[in-house]
């Protein structure tokens, strides 16, 4: 039986978070991270967009680039808090849901009767009128369509993408938008001249097995829109961190502690509020030289109170030789303990 896929993406997120709490900042260059000349932009409105702002950029080059932009420190906690409120919303439709990040998720709803434009517009509605964000929705038979549909008229966006539009609606896409398909596989496939599907479709399977080694099997299927990946329903979240670009390099522990202690309690309250446990603490620093090192600890018993998670990292922290400055730190916990959420009755809910 043909399934039936959707795939869900909040448009501009941690942005759109920002301009829901402050309206006043609707239709404005919002500019999250970046911050100090020395943090890269998380995300940005599509306003900011169309100077060429966009995710990972360093601050400075988004400063050059759009000048008048509002920057805003991130607030993860409120994203997450945000986040939480749009997944419920999933849940309540169907269990079937396989959380891919923050603001990203496969459902499957193939054992349901409505139509999924039907379920695609609810989606839309129920997300707009309970946190005020748009989402895009893409609608496809599998994973990897879905998923393509749904970028396909972003923001606010909505997608089918049937069998009979295969492999036409594909021929003129860059070869970038298949999943698998690396920037460095893009960049070597380009100097043979392979830009788009329809060049990719040309070549022989034997090719592709050479080129892509054990994946090239899968690419092959994929840009025929064959995509058996199944959507793996998982409600837990692998790990949960904060980390922070200095504003100046520094390997004064002292210093660095403050940082770690902000974020015990950062990450000890997304804990508490979502009801979950870690056993798992991980330091993570970069050097100056940007080379970075990671440190972990697993305990006995599961924890989520900030000051047990800040006596474990800060004594990771001191068994960290520190021969360069420090530029970046951060922590994670991991080895979370199950997060069970109830499933409503969706439509009940309309
Ligand atoms: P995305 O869904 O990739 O981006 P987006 O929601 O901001 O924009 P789009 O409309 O194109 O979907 O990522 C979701 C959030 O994750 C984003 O709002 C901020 C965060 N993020 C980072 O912090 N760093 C990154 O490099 C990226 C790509 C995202
Ligand atoms: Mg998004």
Redesign the pocket.
Known sequence: MERKIIHV???????SVEVIDDPSLKGKPVIV?GVSSRGVV??CSYEARKYGVH??MPGFMAKKRCPHGIFLPVRHWRYSEVSREVFKIFYELTDRVEPL????AFLDITHMDEDPLDVAHLIKERVMKETGLTISVGISYNKFLAKLASDWN??DGIKVISKEMIPDILRPLSIKKVYGIGRKSAEKLKSIGIFTIDDLLRLPKEYLEEFFGKYGNEIYDRIRGIDNRMVKPSRERKSIGRETTLAEDSSDKEHLRKYLLRFSKNVSETLVSKGILTKTITVKIKTSNFQSHTKSRTIYDYINSYEQIYSIASDILDEIELEDEIRLIGLTVANLSQNEAKQLSFFDNK
Do not use: N, Q, R
Request: one cysteine or more; a negative charge; glycine letters at 6%.
């Open positions: 993406d909040l448009d501009a997120f941690f942005a991270g998380c995300t995710s990972a990040s923050i603001d990203e972003k923001p």
